[in-house]
Nanobody, 124 residues
Framework: QLQLVESGGGLVQPGGSLRLSCVAS????????IGWFRQAPGKEREGVAC???????NYADSVKGRFTVSRESAKNTVYLQMNSLKPEDTGVYFC??????????????????WGQGTQVTVSS
């Protein structure tokens, strides 16, 4: 059974950093595009970053230069490194996978398999 599990969320002060992990099981994530999304209370879900299976990464303008997606194939894991965090980055963060995104990806595209999310709160 294909499964994604996020971890690494928590409470951090503005300007701080967090690294989220997305561990895949039941499939080889190296052959899937992986997207990272967030949803703040009362707001629609927003795609923030993605990594295609071919190595392309793309980011939403709101996080460009602050967030970085990376993969560790040996652990079947994808990371989202978040630096210079702002209060507006607060939300539940999800990772998602889709086998269609090989050559490229966009955070705004649809993804077929989802994790359960991890809470990130940026506050002083």
């Amino acid at each position: 059974q294909l499964q994604l599990v996020e971890s690494g969320g928590g409470l951090v002060q503005p300007g701080g950093s967090l690294r989220l992990s997305c561990v895949a099981s039941g499939f080889d994530s190296a052959f899937y595009g992986i997207g990272w999304f967030r949803q703040a209370p009362g707001k629609e879900r927003e795609g923030v970053a993605c990594s295609s299976s071919g190595g392309t990464t793309n980011y939403a303008d709101s996080v460009k230069g602050r967030f970085t997606v990376s993969r560790e194939s040996a652990k079947n894991t994808v990371y989202l490194q978040m630096n210079s965090l702002k209060p507006e980055d607060t939300g539940v963060y999800f990772c998602a996978a889709d086998p269609r995104y090989g050559n490229t990806c966009q955070p705004s595209w649809e993804y077929s398999h989802w994790g359960q999310g991890t809470q990130v709160t940026v506050s002083s």
